[in-house]
């Protein structure tokens, strides 16, 4: 049975290790950004079959995973290694959430519930069907509905007062953006874009996906003060050009020592990617950040704590 099973599980073990020496390029082709979006799923294969070829003594297909393990586990392993920051004593602190609804029946109850349960300041719908965008109240509760005249299906909740409203489109942003500044209890104004990009599926797609997230650093670079940048990306953080991001736009991630919080599919639960993210400036930082509900699309929501360092 041991010498039957031996070639199906070199077979495997070689078809990961070739996904993830893909995975592991830097490169911003299409090919490569796709596998590298499942680098996570990738590994675990590895170590699973890893496992396997070891049982069965079948060598080659152990040396195979031990070298994908050694390819993507040191990425993959960094978002949980990283030290969650403390908020400094005193510090101002701003709650920022976003769901994209992918033009699902927006059930506004539900999304203003979560968000006073999770004491939210700002709140973002993403994919918001043209009948509910046009038929939302200027305020529930506590929140004032703001709907952007540009951006064709985003409308966003706030607590915080809007002291600014930036043109997102003096850039090569998504059609699908916002950008406004608000100002704390403090004083401290804060930048906020929240915007989708489109769907990486083709070398085109990609392509335009591609200057999409580079127009979030020409923007970036042009804000005074904290600045925050939040959405559906549509890449992941092994992504040669989400690197690029952080790197020219001088931003952090949220999501660096909170661990792999898949947003997408829904479906997939802990096995899904991680598409969504909140970037921001070195004078914030990330003090709280989960999932949380898909309010009925396959997009978990994203919510974030920063404070003013």
Known sequence: MRLLLRPFVFTAAAVVGVLGFIAWLPSSWWLVELTASWRVQILLGALALGAIALALRGWIAVSIAVATVVLCGPSVASAFLRATPDAPDGASTLRVGHVNLQKQPLPLDDIVKEARARRTDVFVLMSVRAEDRENLPARVGEYAIFVPPLARDFAMLTR????????????????????????????????????????????????????????????????????????????????????????DADLDSSLDGFGLQPSWPARLGPFGITIDHLLHSSDLVTVGRATGPTFGSEHRSLWVTLAVR
């Open 160 to 247: 915080e007062r809007i002291v600014a409203i930036i043109d997102p489109y003096v850039y090569a942003l998504p059609g699908s953006s916002i950008s406004v500044a608000v100002e704390l209890d403090d004083g401290t104004r804060v930048s906020l874009l929240g915007l989708h990009t489109q769907s990486p599926m083709t070398p085109n797609r990609t392509s335009g996906r591609n200057v999409q997230l580079r127009a979030i650093g020409e923007w970036a670079n042009d804000r005074d003060g904290p600045h925050v940048a939040f959405g559906d990306f549509n890449t992941t953080p092994w992504s040669h050009e989400f690197e690029r991001v952080l790197r």
